[in-house]
């Protein structure tokens, strides 16, 4: 086969590539060199093969949490909720002791800040044995990653099935979704309420969009942000439905769980975000808390009160600077417009990157962002350092936890805070390429 003969057939192959990209001309640090070279089958194959085994070692990691956080956290609280205790009071340690549960290693009053809806799933867990329970939630999650994977990647995406086959495996081997089936969180419920949405507002189906953006909200606290994405962009059916979807929400739990509850949470929610010792964490991913260790790092591993009031300002401008450059980029788009879903996106990683506190299996939410990058890529509607960005996003976070093997007690420690403050920069990263997806429209 001759050379033009090989150009065309890669061409063929590659829709997205330009004609002056395919050849022996193509840079090979070019993104269409690289996208060509990570879809080749035999990458494909290597790639999968490496997610099949991190899964193995995910499932065989599994057992050992049982009685480990954040589980231990949540069985706990399902114990005092079934005695007829306020969960919100009630120190986990008390019940959780009795089947030797370890939950709370950080939080000084050892209570739950979740959301009184979370506590009623929670409550309905405990209804079984502490192993049926562990793996029915572990069941419900992989469910619902699937679910996800499928409403991501299957919908008027133009990926073909390499492509797919390519995008599941690196989500299989991307640290914060392994981190969030070792703790057992539920982000992935919010990951699959996000992608329903989607589809929901794509057909029109307003009503329903609300309504499972309501869910989430009163589920998981934070996607309330989303309300603003709607009001914003003028989807007024929808916002109307998420609200009163939500008003709902917040009455039937008041009547259930009563109303001492429905006011300790916001309570034990502000004590929690005020935490220092969960900014120490590199694990918080929040800027606000990056900022803080930083501060924390250059003032020799202390910071006495008027340190600490600074370092927390600084985050609290962190956030509000977040939040004005997402508003801005809305603000530009006309009534109702959202091409690719881009300004959905940008407000997905926005709802994370402006708390205080947001633990790394959190970042899982750039797989929504990340899919909608890569739908419009395959019709060449999305510049080059957008996908640069979420490249680079995801490599830091591999680098995170692949870097502390080359790691030496006899390195500086500024290499190990290098590494360790990766994942924190790779969530910035990820705002970064959705920023520039909804900047870079045309």
Known sequence: MNSAESSAKRSAEYPELKSSDVGGSRPVLSIHGMVAAVRHPMVVAFLSLAALFQVYRTALALPGRIHEEDFADYYSTAIIMREGKNPCRTPLASAGSKLGLHPKAFQKDEVIPETPAFLLVLRQLGALPLTDAYWTWVGINFTALIASFYLLLNYRSGFRPIDCCLMI?????????????LTAQSQVLVILGLAVTVRCLDKNRDNVAGLVLAALAILRGYPVLMGLYLLLTRKWRALTWMAA???FGILLCTAVLGW???????????????????F?????????????RLCFYLNGWRLGQGGDRFARA?????????????????????????????????WVVTSIEILPVSWLNY?????VPFALIASAATHRRVSERTIWAAVISYFLSQFAFGGLVFLNPRFPIALFVLVGESKSFAVMAGYLSAYWFALDEN
């Open 169 to 181: 495996a690196l989500a299989l081997m991307y640290p914060p979704l392994i981190d969030l089936f």
């Open 245 to 247: 979807g939500t008003m």
């Open 260 to 278: 001492r509850v429905m006011v300790d949470f916001p309570l034990g929610l502000a004590a929690t975000g005020g935490d220092r010792e969960f």
């Open 280 to 292: 120490r964490l590199s694990w918080n991913t929040a800027p606000a808390s990056l900022l803080w």
């Open 314 to 346: 600084l985050g609290y401008v962190a956030s509000a600077a977040f939040m004005v450059l997402t508003l801005t980029v809305t603000f530009r788009r006309s009534a109702g417009s959202d091409r690719d879903w881009r300004i959905f996106a940008l």
């Open 363 to 367: 970042n899982t939410l750039l797989f």
